[in-house]
């Protein structure tokens, strides 16, 4: 890859793609999500979506006996994916397609979950929520992470921030009206301790970035990029009490 020709999308690429997750997270936090969610014995067909390299994906195999398909737009992302499943013995039940998840081509009432972990803000909350609920069956469950706000006050730099970076960030409340507008009655709803942003996102990206600039030195891009990464880490060390990424459960009602 020479310099002049890196763009964004190529770092963010080359950044993300050997991190376990391309977000805040960990395995503890998808296990107790999914604690939520009765009879996993019933729940035969799932959906991963924007499911990364799928660091998450690869957890609810281990959990859930059936089938699970992950969608991410990023066809890099998708090859790791299904090379960590082949590795794993899932890739009888466990496969990821190239995708957008804001326009599904899944049968109706086809899946038993639908599961989200750091991408539905991309599309919208609500958005995103209103759409699955199209190929949900009746009863069946959707779990998504979303960025939210945690107090109703926060200060402009932070607000400014989210907004220039495209966000529809909300509060927890208006996260869980917006569920239930869309269809569904509301499970639960927990935020992301700490050390999944610190140690399990950031830090592992922080050093792929490094690297990644070792590699290309003075590429103005890959500068800007990295730049940018590390403003996003001052950000949340500074007003982290302020937001989180929380994890929103549903069921889609049956009526």
């Not at 992950?70 to 992302?77: A, E, I, K, N």
């Not at 907004?163 to 409340?173: H, K, R």
Request: hydrophobic share 35%; net charge negative; proline share 3%.
């Amino acid at each position: 890859m020479e310099n002049k020709q890196i763009s964004m999308i190529d770092v963010l690429i080359e950044t993300h793609a050997g991190l376990e997750r391309q977000g805040p997270g960990s395995p503890e936090m998808t296990i107790k999500a999914l604690s939520f969610l009765d009879k996993l014995d019933d729940i035969t067909k799932v959906a991963d979506l924007g499911c990364g390299t799928g660091g998450q994906t690869m957890v609810l195999a281990q959990k859930i006996a059936g089938n699970i398909v992950g969608v991410d737009q990023l066809p890099d992302f998708i090859d790791i994916f299904n090379g960590k499943a082949k590795k794993l013995n899932l890739g009888e039940r466990v496969i990821g397609i190239v995708g957008s998840m804001e326009n599904l081509s899944f049968q109706k009432e086809e899946f038993d979950l639908i599961w989200s972990e750091g991408a539905i803000d991309a599309i919208g909350f609500e958005k995103g929520l209103t759409h699955w609920n199209y190929f949900l069956k009746k009863s069946g469950y959707v779990a998504v992470t979303c960025p939210s706000w945690l107090t109703d006050d926060r200060p402009v730099e932070i607000e400014k921030f989210w907004v220039d970076a495209g966000s529809g960030l909300d509060t927890i409340g208006h996260n869980v009206e917006a569920m239930q507008k869309s269809g569904y009655s509301f499970v639960a709803a927990f935020t992301l301790p700490e050390k999944c942003w610190t140690d399990n996102y950031f830090s592992p990206r922080d050093a792929a970035e490094e690297a990644f600039l070792q590699k290309h030195p003075g590429n103005k891009t890959v500068e800007e990029y990295i730049e940018s990464s590390k403003y996003e880490i001052e950000l949340y060390t500074k007003y982290k009490q302020y937001y989180g990424y929380v994890f929103y459960i549903g069921k889609k009602e049956s009526n």
